[in-house]
């Protein structure tokens, strides 16, 4: 504006100055006044334009500082950066060194090592081989124990079903002596077939009567038919001291005599195997009543013959 208002003035000065121009010298002027004032609205214009773009430009140069500024700072980063990774690839590279240099000795020992535990793990190898070989073998002695008992226990029980079996026979062969100073009884796996004196024989004698004979004589039937029982005849007597004359000195004898007058009665029966029979005197000594009363007494004068199954193959499968 300080510009135009000059320029006016000038004009108005020159008018002034050449009032007495001519008219075609002021139409002259006129014009080039008009064409001074378009020129000078022109650059008024293209001032105010560059003033704006000046503005324009300002700010960018203003963004463009603040980018400088950030990309400074994300260098001055990345160079932090850029220099601690070159620190520790030159520490990596001394490591490497180091470990390239002691490689050798750590294999070396490594090695070492690995005979040393290849060494450990066959010798565990073995023991555990030699462990498994007694752990089989104790489980093979096991199962033929296992069979053993078993066969043990099948023979037990047969032994005992035949025993049972032999009971119900001489039950029922003996069946009419019943009753008579004669029992027949199971126990302890074993027969007992109990005769009191009163059926066999006189006081203080050993022969045995015609009653006793009979029933012997049936229990030899049933022995015959069972060549397997072991048979032990034993005689008992009371209490009362043996008063008899002869060769015989006390109620052992006695006992001892009766027992085996018994055992010569049941070996006329042919059939009846002798290495299976036993004879013993046990005197008083296993009454199996008391000897404070008759009857008592009279109980305890007697033969018991006890049966039992021969345990020739129960023994031999204990003894294995």
């Not at 066959?122 to 007694?134: D, W, Y």
């Not at 085996?260 to 029966?269: A, S």
């Amino acid at each position: 504006m300080k510009a135009t208002r000059l320029l006016l003035l000038h004009v108005v000065i020159l008018a002034i100055t050449f009032a007495c121009v001519p008219k075609k010298d002021f139409l002259n002027l006129e014009t080039r006044y008009k064409n001074l004032e378009s020129q000078n609205n022109l650059l008024s214009k293209k001032l105010k334009d560059s003033e704006g773009n000046n503005l324009t430009l300002s700010e960018s140069l203003k963004d463009a500082k603040a980018l400088i500024d950030s990309l400074q700072n994300v260098y001055d980063n990345l160079s932090i950066e850029y220099n601690s990774k070159s620190n520790q690839l030159q520490n990596l590279e001394e490591s490497y060194n180091a470990l390239e240099e002691n490689s050798s000795q750590l294999l070396s020992e490594n090695s070492k090592r690995n005979r040393e535990l290849l060494a450990q793990l066959e010798e565990k190898e073995k023991v555990l081989a030699q462990e498994k070989l007694r752990l089989e073998k104790l489980q093979k002695d096991l199962q033929e124990r296992s069979s053993r008992i078993e066969q043990l226990e099948n023979l037990i029980a047969s032994k005992e079903a035949k025993l049972s079996a032999l009971k119900d026979k001489l039950s029922d062969a003996l069946i009419d002596f019943e009753g008579r100073g004669l029992s027949v009884e199971q126990r302890n796996g074993k027969v007992y077939v109990s005769m009191e004196n009163k059926l066999l024989f006189a006081s203080g004698s050993w022969n045995v009567g015609s009653e006793g004979k009979k029933a012997i004589k049936e229990l030899a039937n049933i022995l015959a038919q069972n060549g397997d029982i072991a048979v032990l005849i034993e005689g008992h007597t009371d209490n009362v001291p043996y008063g008899g004359k002869g060769p015989l000195k006390d109620n052992w004898d006695l006992s001892t005599k009766r027992a085996t007058e018994v055992l010569k009665l049941i070996l006329k029966n042919p059939a009846v195997d002798p290495k299976n029979l036993t004879a013993a005197g046990r005197g008083e000594f296993i009454p199996v009543d008391t000897n404070g009363t008759k009857e008592g007494k009279a109980k305890n004068r007697r033969i018991e013959v006890v049966l039992e199954p021969r345990l020739d193959e129960l023994n031999r499968l204990i003894n294995e």
